[in-house]
Structure formats: structure tokens, C-alpha cells
């Protein structure tokens, strides 16, 4: 039987699409009734455009949450449904200069924050802040750069502190930084790459994305339970070796839940405002939760529950998905 094939747009040579890798390898989709076909794209932007112009090219994005919030604030319909992977990034200072930041992050004001444009580490970084008191136009200087710059720019000075993805912070003992902390340490279970679709596509495919979803669920109950064989498929397919790949998927605090974590998209939003980051003058007022479903993963989460009785691993996730998504599920 020719199953019904789900075109699912990723950054293919990235760890961050480790689970939707592992759902295809494994054949996971097939048995849930998908043909997943995978396919490379370079820029969040031409995915997205792609999906709100129906250029017939993918069905769902599981990258990149900024674009997507961008995009949502310039009128696109597009919905949040899922996602890939939370936390991932750290916080790095000069020699010497960490332990006042550990201790209380009130002593970043009046200091300069660098950051890559985009990238989720650093806007958690300044959402935590904003939920403290501070004033993100006053009490903190924000300059961006290339993960180059970033980690450059604080050996160098130029920045008091600096966020980048926590692959990037594996410098020698030559560079003059060093680790302050890995950013979801004050900014816990924050958000980057999320699966996403247009409205229209959601609701025409609805069954279809379902199973996707089902898929990457049991792929993240095979990465819980078979650290080895995952860390040698994960090698295989990035290009990375063995070592590297355990420590960024299983050393470091990054998370492959795919749970929508609904409760973290809205303070997510609410920054790219703060920091000016929308094109549209109406952004702002954008409820930005009535792009966001969860009842879709809940459905297939419940099903595998009612297929494999008592499993932990799932029972686990029920759990988080009652924690992570309470602002919408009450």
C-alpha cells in the first residue's frame, strides 16, 4: 500500500535534527502510517516562505523557532504543533570574570551582552532578564555577531559576556574566555527548533502530521534507552565523530523532548518586541498562542500510552507535556 508521504523540511546535517533522522532510519514513520521524505534546506526563510506561498516544496518545518515567531508577527498563519530540541546554548565571559555572573545575574546590568541574531541561547538569556525587572533598552547593551565574533569579542573585551551554542564553547586553554554556564541553567527548558505548518495544511493533513509525530516520540524513547547504537547512527549521519556527538547529545543540557513546550513560546515572542526584531508595526499585538497546538502531539502521545501500557519512557513525557504546556491546557 502506498502510504501518504509528509515532506519534512530540516537543516539535515545538524544534530539538532537528530530525531526525525532516527524516526526515519528506523522506519518508525512507515509503521506509523507516513512516508516521511527528508528534505535539506539551508535558510529558515525560504522554508517558511515556501510553505505560505504552497510552492509545493515541503509540508512542515522542524527548525529554527525565530523565523517561524517572525513570520507569525508579520500575519503568516503558521502553527507550532511540536518540536526537536530545547536548550543547547551556554554563556561565556573573560578569564576570571565568571563567578560574579554565577553568583547573580544582576550583575549584567550596565554591562554588554553578545549574541548571534536569532539564536534562542540568547534570547532566553534576555527574556530571564526582562522577567527579573531589567530593562533590556537600558540596563544591558546587546551587540550581535558571528559565533566567531561572539567568542573573539569577549577574549577581546569588546563584550563583558557572550551566548553561543554550546558546540562552540569547546576552546583551549589559549583563548582568553571561559564558561560562565550552560544558558538553560537560568533559563530552563527554553526553546529553539520547533515542527511547524501552515494552517491550512494542519487541518488538511492533520492525521498525517500526527504520525510524524508519533514517530519522532518513539525516536526519543529509542535515544533514552540506546545510548550506544544512537551515538553511532548520530555519528554516521553528521559526519562527527563518536565522542563529540555523545557530549552534545547526552553531556550537555540539551533536550530532544518533542513536546510543543507551549508555556515557553509566548515569553519567546514577547522578547523579539522588546528587542525590535518584527518587520510589522502590528507584531505586538499578535496573540501569538493562537499559533500554537498541542493537542495534535497529545493525540499521538496518547495513542502510543494506549498501545504500549505502563511505558515509562512515555509516562515521562506525559508528564512533562502536562508541566511544559499548562498555560494552555489549564
Same mark, same amino acid.
Given at each position: ?200 495544511? &494542519? #487541518? *488538511?493533513?492533520? +492525521? ?7 514517530? @519522532?516520540?518513539?525516536?526519543?524513547? !529509542? ?77 499521538? &502521545? #496518547? *495513542?502510543?500510552? +494506549? ?7 512515555? @509516562?515521562?513525557?506525559?508528564?512533562? !507535556? ?9
Amino acid at each position: 500500500e502506498e502510504l501518504p508521504v509528509i515532506r519534512y523540511g530540516a537543516f539535515l546535517d545538524m544534530l539538532k535534527s537528530s530525531l526525525i533522522y532516527i524516526a526515519v532510519t528506523n522506519g518508525y514513520d512507515i509503521e506509523e502510517g507516513v512516508d516521511v521524505e527528508l528534505v535539506n534546506v539551508s535558510k529558515s526563510a525560504e522554508a517558511l516562505t515556501s510553505l505560505i506561498t504552497e510552492k509545493d516544496e515541503i509540508d512542515m518545518w522542524g527548525m529554527q523557532i525565530m523565523p517561524t515567531c517572525t513570520f507569525i508577527g508579520n500575519g503568516a498563519d503558521l502553527v507550532i504543533f511540536g518540536g526537536n530540541v530545547a536548550e543547547g546554548g551556554a554563556m561565556i565571559s573573560a578569564k576570571g570574570q565568571a563567578q560574579q555572573y554565577r553568583d547573580d545575574l544582576n550583575n549584567l546590568k550596565g554591562k554588554t551582552i553578545l549574541g548571534i541574531r536569532g539564536e534562542t541561547g540568547v534570547l532566553a538569556l534576555i527574556a530571564k532578564l526582562v522577567e527579573m525587572g531589567f530593562d533590556v533598552n537600558k540596563d544591558i547593551t546587546i551587540k550581535w555577531a558571528d559565533a566567531p565574533g561572539v567568542l573573539e569579542g569577549v577574549s577581546k573585551g569588546e563584550g563583558d559576556v557572550g551566548c553561543l551554542p554550546i558546540e562552540y564553547t569547546y576552546f583551549g586553554d589559549d583563548v582568553n574566555a571561559e564558561v560562565v554556564f550552560q544558558t538553560g541553567e537560568v533559563a530552563e527548558n527554553y526553546i529553539c527548533c520547533r515542527m511547524t505548518t501552515t494552517r491550512k495544511i &494542519l #487541518d *488538511e493533513r492533520r +492525521e498525517d502530521l500526527k504520525n510524524v509525530v508519533k514517530a @519522532e516520540i518513539r525516536a526519543y524513547k !529509542f535515544m533514552q534507552e540506546n545510548k550506544a547504537e544512537t551515538v553511532k547512527l548520530l555519528a554516521e549521519y553528521s559526519g562527527q565523530d563518536e565522542a563529540y556527538v555523545e557530549q552534545n547529545v547526552y553531556n550537555v543540557r540539551i533536550s530532544f523532548v518533542p513536546d510543543p513546550y507551549a508555556n515557553a513560546v509566548g515569553p519567546f515572542y514577547n522578547v523579539l518586541g522588546l528587542l525590535d526584531m518584527f518587520e510589522s508595526a502590528d507584531a505586538t499585538g499578535v496573540d501569538v498562542m493562537d499559533h500554537v497546538d498541542v493537542s495534535l502531539y497529545k493525540d499521538a &502521545l #496518547d *495513542e502510543l500510552m +494506549e498501545e504500549y501500557p505502563g511505558d515509562a519512557c512515555y @509516562e515521562q513525557l506525559l508528564e512533562i !507535556f502536562n508541566r511544559q504546556n499548562s498555560v494552555v491546557i489549564g
